[in-house]
């Protein structure tokens, strides 16, 4: 946790060697100059999609400014595994795959497990899955490519959430075949969705935007029925957090007024595998408030949040760790501690392989003159060096 070690003092680094001013690198990433000079200072700690915008305007992988070796460590065996099932694409001649009826229960579980974020179990069960569901689509058609468009957004989570973004480019192409072939054109809509981050991740933001804006478009027509709705809502949110990123008030907040209607009428729920609704909604807008460093608007959101027990636990972490950047932001690393620790509560495989639980933390260890024995822990449980 040295100050060299930081996110940050990496970009400061880069930018310099690029010639560039703080000025010129948020102009040309298209992110605020206050933020990226807060996060340079060790005084706010970047989202990964953040990170992504600054490292493809510099000319860098983004495992780079993370301090990370090309090959990120093969995490309990996930990431063989994920390249495996995203390298299998032709059909096992031998293999006679179970009953769809029988298969869908173990996507179902494989989707608990992803908002849970179960990644070993995940990764446990994928392979067999994948390898099966590709044979049934020659049986199945259109229902098979369906359950085979959640195992592929499986995938895409290991791979994103495990820092591999090639990965994630994979397998979110992959969810759009399937969902193509499934005939269902709201399941494509949210293969979409899931595309237009992984695009963020690595600093695509002009092509996440076109991407978010056309599905918008095409999803629109749908939007009285329940379901549409429901994706619609997804996607003004990922709209508006993309906005927020690049520091752009206006459609950010334009886009979350549309995901608030949207969401008044529909209710928590989750549709075709995202999570939509009132209470989703409220942790997106908490999410941009730190990114736009409206500190005081993300404590009102904040302090109004009430996740019910059933919520997805990996939604719940990322609650926590969005309070624990806002209270870096305002200068109390105490209290990003405490809403780290939450974080590692809800979902400790989560906790242990995030990207952006590590940058808080080194952030937090910055902020704190000496580090507390609570984030000491913390750090060590996320795999953190002293």
């Not at 970047?46 to 992504?52: E, H, K, L, N």
């Not at 397998?171 to 992984?198: C, E, F, G, N």
């Not at 019910?308 to 939604?315: G, V």
């Not at 719940?316 to 501690?337: E, N, S």
Request: charged share 25%; with cysteine.
């Amino acid at each position: 946790m040295q100050d060299e070690d930081s996110v940050g003092r990496r970009i400061a680094k880069y930018r310099k060697l690029r010639g560039m001013t703080q000025v010129q690198l948020a102009a040309a990433a298209g992110v605020g100059k206050q933020t990226l000079a807060k996060v340079e200072s060790g005084h706010a700690a970047a989202s990964p999609i953040w990170v992504g915008y600054i490292a493809n305007t510099l000319g860098v992988e983004s495992a780079l400014l993370y301090g990370e070796d090309t090959e990120l460590p093969k995490l309990d065996g996930i990431i063989p595994t994920v390249r495996r099932v995203l390298a299998a694409t032709d059909l096992l001649p031998d293999l006679d795959p179970e009953p769809l009826d029988r298969l869908k229960p173990q996507v179902l579980q494989m989707m608990a497990w992803r908002h849970a974020a179960a990644y070993a179990k995940m990764a446990k069960l994928l392979p067999d899955l994948v390898d099966q569901l590709l044979v049934a689509t020659q049986r199945d058609g259109a229902e098979a490519y369906t359950l085979l468009t959640y195992a592929y957004r499986a995938a895409n989570t290991l791979s994103h959430k495990l820092g591999h973004n090639d990965l994630s480019m994979l397998a979110t192409d992959r969810m759009i075949w399937a969902a193509t072939q499934s005939d269902d054109p709201l399941l494509l809509a949210t293969t979409r969705y899931v595309k237009s981050a992984a695009l963020a991740r690595i600093g695509a933001s002009t092509q996440a935007i076109q991407l978010t804006d056309r599905t918008i478009a095409d999803v629109e027509p749908f939007a009285t029925d329940l379901s549409g709705a429901a994706v619609l809502c997804a996607l003004h949110m990922r709209r508006a957090g993309l906005a927020a990123t690049g520091w752009d008030n206006d459609s950010t907040d334009t886009h979350y007024a549309e995901a608030a209607r949207l969401a008044t009428d529909i209710g928590d729920r989750e549709v075709l595998g995202t999570v939509v609704g009132p209470t989703n909604l409220q942790l997106w807008e908490l999410n941009s408030a730190v990114d736009l460093g409206r500190i005081g608007i993300a404590d009102k959101i904040a302090q109004t949040v009430s996740l019910p027990a059933d919520f997805p636990r990996e939604r719940q972490a990322h609650f926590w760790l969005d309070r624990a950047r806002a209270a870096l932001v305002a200068g109390k690393p105490d209290k990003a501690v405490d809403a780290l620790q939450e974080a590692r509560l809800c979902a400790p495989e989560y906790f242990r392989h995030s990207r952006a639980v590590k940058t808080a933390i080194k952030t937090t260890a910055e902020q704190q003159r000496r580090a507390s024995s609570g984030l000491r822990a913390l750090a060590t449980y996320a795999g953190v060096q002293d």
